[in-house]
């Protein structure tokens, strides 16, 4: 690895390259604003969460097989993302042949606040933007990932999003009722139980929406986009925004 300069490749999941490009563009432009030698491999593909989730895993052996030779060439692979960053570290199916290129690469990717935090050590990022903010903390990310602390755990509370947001000017971090409860997206599950998934994002939403939030953001445009639908149905005001998207517009 090129501690010197380390080249990152920049892993964009299906949902966000189809329906949010301003998000993968927004990560892009954040990471270089910071310094980082990045590049968006064309060949990349699904890295197959979906099938998994349906329980096809067996399916997903050559998505992970072309994943592995896409990536394994970079220093770091860095998403905007923490479910597909999560499906790619512990539910990949194991690929015979390509044992330490998976373990390897098991290391060296990241989801993006736990890349700026963990691996870029930032603090103190000089910005702006002055709204109401509420955060979702994705399952995946939270308990997956650990950017966040759970609170069924007896540990100091600790928010890896909120550290890169705290400090700009004018920005007010809402504290919620309940700062880790699921949205109901889950994938497959808002298709299997359509019914009960729209009742917890509901319920999600009500939590931002008695704090008088202005703007909703995470690190899973595919929460955020099972939110945003809720929302827009209801005739909400609220807005949604990327936490990449946040960062790139208030870094000053």
Known sequence: MNSAS?????FIPCY???????????????????????????????????????????????TSHHFLDTFEKFDYIVAPSGSC?????????????????QHQIHDRIFELTEFLTDILHLENLPGKFPHRVGYHASCHGQRGLRLASSSEMNIDPFNKARKLLENFEGIEWVELTRTDECCGFGG???????ALSIQMGKDRLEDHLSKKVEILTGGDMS??????????????????????????????
């Open 6 to 10: 380390p080249h990152i490749g920049l």
């Open 16 to 62: 966000v390259d189809q329906f949010y490009p301003k998000v993968a563009i927004a990560t892009l432009e954040l990471l270089e604003k910071l310094g980082c030698k990045v590049s968006y491999p064309l060949e990349q593909t699904c890295c197959g969460q979906p099938l998994a989730n349906a329980g096809y895993e067996r399916d997903t052996v050559g």
């Open 85 to 101: 960053v999560l499906h790619v570290k512990e539910h990949f199916p194991r690929i015979a042949g390509k044992e330490n290129v």
């Open 188 to 194: 497959t599950f808002s298709v299997t139980e359509e």
């Open 223 to 252: 929460c955020i986009m099972h939110l945003q639908g809720i929302s827009s149905r209801a005739g909400h005001s609220l807005k949604f925004m990327h936490l990449a998207e946040i960062l790139n517009q208030g870094l000053a």
